[in-house]
């Protein structure tokens, strides 16, 4: 039972690894040298654009997917940790729902909106909508970054009753 307890931990972490590491890159390497290093900026944009999608598209939902199934693998497995868990369980469940929206919601509606504000620049509402769901793709993804560091943090502790061992 100790190795697929480790096995279902082994998951949910590889899925937090890409998933948090992921955006980091993203938003801290990848958005800024192409906006920097690509001109025009409507095709830094472009490709901006391509990438994100194809992250929070379908990479994410796999890391969703890991993330999910290594909790609840790690829940049914592992020893009761009390509110340790119940703890971890709500970051993941707002990380998940977050990560959704983006995915799901958030992710194609600025993709159509872009559409609408390239081929009709005077379109002001398509922008000011565009720029407020933009602000709100960069705040989600800065919480699930905090998230996701919480719970990665939080597996890296010993607790009572696991199978890690003091260093």
């Not at 709500?90 to 799901?104: E, K, N, P, Q, R």
């Not at 159509?112 to 390239?118: C, F, K, N, P, V």
């Not at 800065?142 to 061992?165: D, E, F, Q, T």
Request: hydrophobic share 55%.
């Amino acid at each position: 039972m100790k190795i697929i307890a480790s096995f279902f931990i082994w998951l949910e972490l590889l899925g937090l690894g890409v998933w948090i590491g992921g955006m980091v890159i993203l938003g801290a390497v990848v958005a800024p040298t192409v906006f920097n290093a690509v001109k025009p900026v409507e095709m830094a944009g472009d490709a901006m654009s391509l990438v994100f999608h194809r992250f929070n598209g379908e990479w994410v939902f796999v890391c969703i997917g890991l993330v999910v199934l290594g909790f609840v693998g790690k829940w049914l497995t592992a020893p009761p940790q009390g509110m340790r868990m119940r703890i971890e369980a709500a970051l993941i469940i707002v990380l998940v729902l977050s990560g959704l929206y983006i995915g799901a919601i958030l992710g194609p509606r600025m993709q159509t909106l872009r559409q609408i504000t390239l081929t009709d620049r005077s379109n002001g509402m398509a922008v000011a909508e565009f720029d407020h769901k933009h602000k709100r793709s960069v705040q989600l993804f800065s919480v699930n970054i905090l998230l996701g560091l919480a719970v990665l943090w939080m597996n890296s502790r010993p607790s009572s009753g696991s199978n890690r061992k003091e260093t």
